[in-house]
């Protein structure tokens, strides 16, 4: 099954307000990446958080990691409806398995303008 | 980052034939994998496509399946054989770049595949 949970499955905000998704994961990674998928195409990169970090920001997005919990979380702020979207968070376990990620289930942005 | 770009963008099939999807990316990267997306789902990975070896393929995927080809340090190719309906899926190439200490994973546009 997936590591990686993520909730809520959707959200539904107006422009200009924060979205805020969570992930948690079972077993210990290396690092954690979050991606946007827009209407079932390719993945974007929007940043990635290592095990020994705790909070790392670009733009108007702020990631954080709790690795005692097992969970991160991703913050946008002052949404745009360019924000809607499906984000994921992948879980990079590291060692012998780097680089095989392991998926979320992914939160459903909508901002409506 | 990495420039990827994915053979065929989408693709309707027939039930027992098989596709071949291609990816190409702008530099020589050493890790390549291919992940399948279920229609509303999330993503799972298939294989590590090795540069001069087998791929090695995750629990539940098998090469007679889903044989890959990586040639070189730019392009892999991930077959879909004998397909049926069950195999509609958005399938996705990505390449591992380091930067720093630590890997980013980057993807492909990703290929629709539906099959009849």
């Known amino acids: 099954s997936q590591q990686g949970e993520e909730d809520p499955q959707a959200l539904s905000i107006q422009e200009g307000e924060n979205a805020t998704m969570n992930c948690s994961y079972k077993?210990?990674?290396?690092?954690l990446q979050w991606y946007r998928q827009n209407s079932g195409r390719g993945l974007v990169h929007l940043i990635l958080?290592?095990?020994?970090?705790r909070e790392k920001h670009s733009g108007r997005l702020r990631v954080t990691l709790d690795t005692s919990k097992k969970s991160s979380s991703l913050l946008i702020t002052a949404s745009q409806a360019a924000d809607t979207a499906s984000y994921f968070c992948?879980?990079?376990?590291?060692?012998?398995?780097?680089?095989?990620?392991?998926f979320g289930q992914g939160t459903i942005l909508t901002v409506h303008p | 980052s990495a420039v990827i770009s994915q053979k065929p963008s989408r693709d309707i099939c027939q039930r027992g034939t098989s596709l071949t999807i291609q990816c190409q990316v702008d530099?020589?990267?050493?890790?390549m994998f291919w992940y399948r997306q279920q229609p509303g789902q999330s993503l799972t990975l298939i294989a590590t496509?090795?540069?001069?070896?087998?791929?090695?393929?995750e629990s539940g995927f098998v090469i007679d399946k889903f044989p890959i080809s990586r040639p070189n340090l730019t392009f892999s190719t991930l077959t879909v054989s004998n397909m049926s309906p069950e195999d509609s899926s958005i399938y996705l190439c990505?390449?591992?770049?380091?930067?720093?200490?630590?890997?980013?994973?980057?993807f492909g546009p990703g290929t629709r595949l539906t099959v009849l």
């Open positions: 496509a090795n540069q001069g070896s087998e791929a090695t393929y």
């Open positions: 992948a879980t990079d376990p590291g060692g012998t398995s780097y680089g095989k990620l392991t």
């Open positions: 990505s390449v591992e770049i380091w930067e720093g200490n630590y890997n980013e994973q980057f």
């Open positions: 530099s020589q990267v050493t890790m």
């Open positions: 077993t210990s990674i290396n690092n």
């Open positions: 958080i290592r095990s020994n970090e």
